[in-house]
């Protein structure tokens, strides 16, 4: 029998630095529904990919030191991102911990698994061809990971495995850690209340 489901999987921070201020909110258990306004064009675009294709609800609200560069915004994102997917996710109970996917975008190929461990890694090998999509640096995705992956507590290993074109590379990626995602924090029926590890404990 499936679990119910808990307001202990919905997350609101916010966080205020002298750089940035970004408000978000997230439930594990919507329907995709995103709002999105960072910004920088193309990282609401890879945030809208990101909810839709985990079937989160995910609302993020950001103003940052835009004058400068998008570097403070994107990682703080991330930050923020990862704290309410920690959140969200509280003791772990019932999830099925584990989720990969391997995502085709065009000529485009892009591997993502994670493990909600509570032992943050980020392991990324994704090259780019090229240094910006629009305005954002395709250096910063590095960034926006390892600060989502770090404060989530979570493994993280994201693999190119084809593709030349940036725009196409980035979503892959981005939609291959959505589906990922979507898989790890289902409720699995046959794990009833338990806690998916043989210390049963899952520390974020």
């Given at each position: ?64 030191d835009l004058h400068i560069d998008d570097h403070h915004t994107t ?130």
């Amino acid at each position: 029998m499936m679990l119910s489901t808990s307001p202990a999987r919905r997350a609101e921070v916010r966080r205020t630095t002298a750089e940035t201020d970004i408000k978000a909110s997230l439930d594990l258990d919507g329907s995709g529904r995103v709002e999105v306004a960072t910004g920088i064009g193309f990282l609401d675009h890879m945030l809208t990919a990101l909810g839709k294709h985990a079937l989160f609800d995910l609302a993020v609200a950001a103003k940052g030191d835009l004058h400068i560069d998008d570097h403070h915004t994107t990682e703080d994102v991330g930050i923020v991102l990862g704290q309410c997917l920690r959140q969200a996710l509280g003791e772990k109970r019932g999830i099925r911990r584990y989720g990969h996917a391997l995502i085709p975008m065009d000529e485009a190929l892009a591997e993502a698994a994670v493990d909600l461990s509570g032992r943050p890694f980020l392991a990324w090998q994704v090259p780019f061809t090229q240094p910006k999509i629009g305005t954002m640096d395709t250096e910063l995705f590095e960034e926006f990971f390892r600060a989502f992956a770090f404060n989530a507590g979570l493994t993280l290993h994201v693999t190119l495995k084809a593709g030349s074109n940036a725009h196409h590379v980035a979503e892959a990626c981005f939609k291959a850690l959505a589906r990922s995602l979507r898989m790890a924090v289902e409720i699995d029926p046959r794990a009833a209340d338990a806690v998916p590890s043989t210390k049963g404990v899952l520390e974020a």
